[in-house]
């Protein structure tokens, strides 16, 4: 579980703590433009949070984590790539849209995720994994908004995006090989198993 959110905290912090940098001085956005774009990233990310018991009731915790991790992946490239995609008077549209999608998706694993790594570890292990898992997790969010910002202050607003999508497709790869098939606490199959 350790290394699994340490690759995600590296690739994020690539851009997550800079997007607002990247969205201001390569999409050219207003204030205002950006503003909006995070509050609507920030509703859709309480509906998906509303949505979460849903997905994981139809499609148990190990593949809701993967597939809203996978989904998400597609959309942080288009971000980063908007600006080749997009003409100037819509790049800021495309890339507030895939922000929205990428923020709202890759949040829904969250909660599923938490279920089921408190699910696998001993009660006595928690706190001991709980607490490394944010050492590492604000080390390499450290390391990687370096990285991000030198590669930004370069002019280089491309290669974050690729950076944070190939270490969010690891993490993901990594995760599914490691638990396919182990069961979730709020699995439908386990739900039903502790009624009987």
Same mark, same amino acid.
């Given at each position: ?15 997550? +703590? #800079? ?6 001085? %390569? #999409? ?7 503003? !909006? ?16 018991? &849903?997905? @994981? %009731?139809?499609?148990?915790? /190990?593949?809701?984590?993967?597939? $809203?991790?996978?989904?998400? @992946?597609?959309?942080?490239? #288009? ?10 008077? $819509?790049? /800021? =549209? ?5 922000? *929205?999608?990428? $923020?709202? #998706?890759?949040? !829904? ?18 706190? $001991? ?23 930004? %202050? =370069? ?8 950076? !944070?999508? *190939? ?6 790869? &990594?995760?599914? +090989? ?7 606490? =709020? %699995?439908?199959? =386990? &739900? ?5």
């Amino acid at each position: 579980f350790v290394v699994i959110g340490a690759l995600l905290s590296l690739g994020g912090g690539f851009v997550l +703590r #800079l997007a607002n940098v990247f969205f201001h001085y %390569d #999409l050219h956005a207003q204030e205002h433009q950006i503003g !909006m774009v995070f509050a609507a990233g920030s509703v859709f990310l309480a509906i998906g949070a509303f949505a979460v018991p &849903l997905v @994981v %009731d139809r499609w148990g915790e /190990v593949a809701t984590i993967v597939w $809203t991790r996978f989904a998400a @992946v597609p959309f942080i490239l #288009l971000i980063g790539y908007a600006p080749e995609l997009a003409t100037p008077e $819509t790049v /800021v =549209s495309l890339a507030g849209l895939a922000w *929205v999608l990428r $923020t709202t #998706l890759f949040n !829904m694993s969250g909660p599923a995720f938490e279920a089921f790594s408190m699910g696998q570890l001993h009660p006595t292990e928690r706190a $001991t994994y709980i607490g490394i898992s944010h050492l590492f997790g604000s080390a390499m969010v450290a390391v990687g908004g370096y990285l991000g910002a030198v590669l930004m %202050d =370069s002019g280089d607003f491309r290669t974050p995006f690729l950076v !944070m999508a *190939v270490l969010y497709a690891i993490s993901t790869a &990594l995760f599914m +090989r490691w638990f396919k098939g182990a069961p979730g606490l =709020s %699995d439908p199959s =386990s &739900l039903r198993e502790s009624v009987r």
